[in-house]
């Protein structure tokens, strides 16, 4: 089985697009596929961030990764900072790497480019994204655009490190994750939903209360006719209705665009099945948290049987590239 690898950063709140784009395929292809899901908490330190609120979302991610179906016995479930081989062989890639080919890394660009104080993590974090891809000897990694750049980097010194010193890892290639993983903001249909959205009614997150979710919904910003089609380009705001509608049915948008006449209809029908997908996720993540216990010991268990595999990668990367083995 090929081995794919999916990680989540904790920063911000999950939303439906998360779930679509990244959750649900986890849940769907963990028996199936040799599968390695795993918090990115050092990643969360490249900006500047509240230490007690990282460890607040690690511990949530991973509570809802579990209350949405992710099977620690299926599949590889680890948080990144609990197995040390991912900053170890940060290092030794990036004895690897040249110092233009991280500058050039378009998030590095334009985030740096808002701060007057860059940290030095933000310019190498995809290095360290490269090791935690390269150490479990990844086939696949499912990312969106923004993300393919950082594949290709990964690939680069892969091939780099092999040709050079010895064939330790395997050569990852990206694979397209759903359509779905890219529905829009409620309030800014152009704009991606997002985990840091900078309007709290844009992106419906994964601990909404029903409540919350149906009056995101229906305060969504539409278009200025109240014709229902799935137009993106025309008609952004109700094209991304019909895009979640879709995706929590299982529908196609542009059939399901024919079934309502004005836009209220389409929003109560988009509410209700938002509702119905969230609410069971919601309530097994309550269920999950009264017992933090139980997450942690899976998040062990998982960090353990990483080491395992980390462990021989590292002894062979320290070899090849000339270290003195103990």
Excluded at 107 to 121: A, L, P
Aim: charged residues 25%; hydrophobic residues 40%.
């Amino acid at each position: 089985m090929p081995r794919r690898l999916t990680g989540f950063t904790p920063s911000g709140d999950l939303h439906l697009g998360n779930y679509f784009g990244a959750i649900a395929p986890i849940i769907a292809q963990q028996s199936t596929t040799d599968t390695v899901v795993f918090i990115s908490d050092l990643h969360a330190l490249t900006l500047d961030h509240d230490p007690a609120l990282v460890r607040q979302r690690t511990l949530e991610f991973a509570t809802l990764l579990l209350a949405a179906g992710t099977d620690p016995e299926s599949c590889l479930f680890l948080v990144q900072s609990h197995v040390p081989e991912h900053t170890e062989l940060h290092y030794l890639l990036e004895c690897t790497t040249g110092y233009g080919e991280a500058q050039r890394m378009i998030q590095f660009k334009e985030k740096s480019s808002r701060q007057q104080q860059v940290r030095m993590s933000l310019l190498t974090y995809p290095i360290l994204m490269a090791a935690d891809i390269l150490l479990y000897d990844t086939d696949e990694v499912p990312v969106g655009e923004d993300q393919r750049q950082h594949v290709e980097l990964a690939r680069t010194v892969a091939q780099r490190f092999n040709t050079r010193y010895a064939p330790v890892f395997t050569v990852p290639t990206t694979v397209n994750p759903p359509v779905a993983a890219r529905l829009m903001d409620l309030t800014s249909p152009t704009d991606k939903m997002s985990k840091s959205a900078a309007s709290p009614g844009g992106a419906l997150r994964l601990l909404d209360t029903p409540d919350v979710l149906r009056r995101k919904v229906m305060r969504a910003v539409t278009d200025a006719d109240n014709t229902v089609a799935y137009e993106p380009d025309r008609k952004p705001g109700v094209s991304n209705l019909l895009a979640i509608l879709a995706a929590c049915t299982h529908g196609d948008p542009k059939e399901l665009a024919t079934r309502f006449n004005r836009y209220g209809e389409l929003k109560e029908a988009v509410a209700d099945a938002v509702v119905t997908t969230l609410t069971p996720v919601r309530d097994r993540y309550l269920r999950l948290s009264e017992d933090p216990g139980h997450v942690q010991k899976a998040l062990r268990a998982g960090a353990e049987r990483a080491r395992d595999l980390a462990t021989a990668k590292i002894r062979r990367a320290k070899e090849a590239i000339g270290l003195l083995p103990v």
